[in-house]
């Protein structure tokens, strides 16, 4: 069931600047990007907003991607602590769907639902002074003893997949990769590399990136991770940026209690699915 009044009024997620419906990816045609062709930059957080009935921003991405790519050669560039799994997920199915040649480079850090979108590349670079990190999924949710039972074996479900996605790319043991997201695993370029996740490692110079920190989106997701090392804080000197408390405003209680009655609407359809398909 499709909460319509959610779908016109995007819930924010996280603390930041971004607007409703504003992408949060850039664009840039191949005389101006780095690579040489045509690039699509996911500096920040995937998305601010849930997209919870939301079409809008998936069209948008599609429609980007299509005009900007041509169906050539494209690459994404990343530097993101992630964010909506359902957006990650929504963006890596058009990146693998996409006719052209598609190079994923991981700029910065790559965390969460961002190492979704990463997996999408038919290359995956990652700079050497990158980090990647994987969990396990996370929602918020307000209910009853019997909706929490159920968003646990939706979680589950979650998982499997990104295990899945995960194990298609390493070749490791579906085992072992459960546990590494379970113990939140932080890996540098070599480790990642060495492990799978990444083709190839490359150095040279590599963008200013503190000024996306200055967001407090990407500040906040990296604050509610449990075991983010101290090399990662001082390379973005999460530390020295200040961050925004978050809003208590009564609207957003209204917006939460929404979110979770659209994430118990979906919890059950899918659940039902795959009683369905079982």
């Not at 809008?56 to 992630?82: C, E, N």
């Not at 799978?196 to 500040?219: I, Y």
């Not at 209680?253 to 609407?265: G, K, P, V």
Request: hydrophobic share 40%; with cysteine; proline share 5%.
């Amino acid at each position: 069931m499709k909460n319509s009044k959610a779908s016109h009024n995007p819930i924010r997620c996280f603390e930041g600047t971004a607007k409703p419906y504003e992408p949060f990816w850039r664009v840039r045609d191949a005389a101006e990007s780095d690579s040489g062709e045509p690039e699509i930059e996911f500096y920040g957080h995937i998305s601010e907003y849930s997209w919870w009935g939301d079409e809008i921003t998936p069209a948008k991405f599609k429609a980007d991607l299509m005009s900007i790519g041509r169906g050539g050669p494209v690459t994404v560039r990343i530097h993101s602590g992630g964010g909506e799994v359902w957006a990650a997920s929504a963006i890596r199915a058009m990146l693998v769907d996409y006719p052209g040649r598609v190079t994923t480079r991981i700029d910065g850090l790559c965390a969460s639902a961002a190492t979704y979108i990463a997996l999408a590349g038919d290359r995956i670079l990652m700079q050497d002074t990158a980090f990647f990190m994987i969990h396990d999924p996370a929602c918020m949710l307000y209910g009853t003893v019997e909706d929490l039972k159920e968003t646990i074996e939706f979680l589950k479900v979650i998982k499997q997949g990104i295990v899945e996605a995960y194990q298609g790319k390493t070749g490791m043991e579906a085992e072992k990769l459960a546990k590494l997201m379970t113990d939140e695993t932080w890996l540098t370029a070599q480790d990642a590399k060495k492990m799978g996740f990444v083709d190839e490692v490359v150095g040279g110079p590599v963008k200013n990136l503190n000024s996306v920190l200055q967001n407090a989106a990407f500040l906040n997701c990296l604050n509610e991770y449990s075991n983010v090392p101290e090399a990662v804080t001082e390379a973005f000197q999460i530390e020295n940026v200040p961050t925004e408390p978050v809003s208590s405003d009564p609207v957003v209680e209204d917006d939460i209690q929404r979110e979770a009655q659209t994430l118990r609407d979906r919890v059950s359809q899918l659940l039902r699915k795959e009683n369905e398909n079982a």
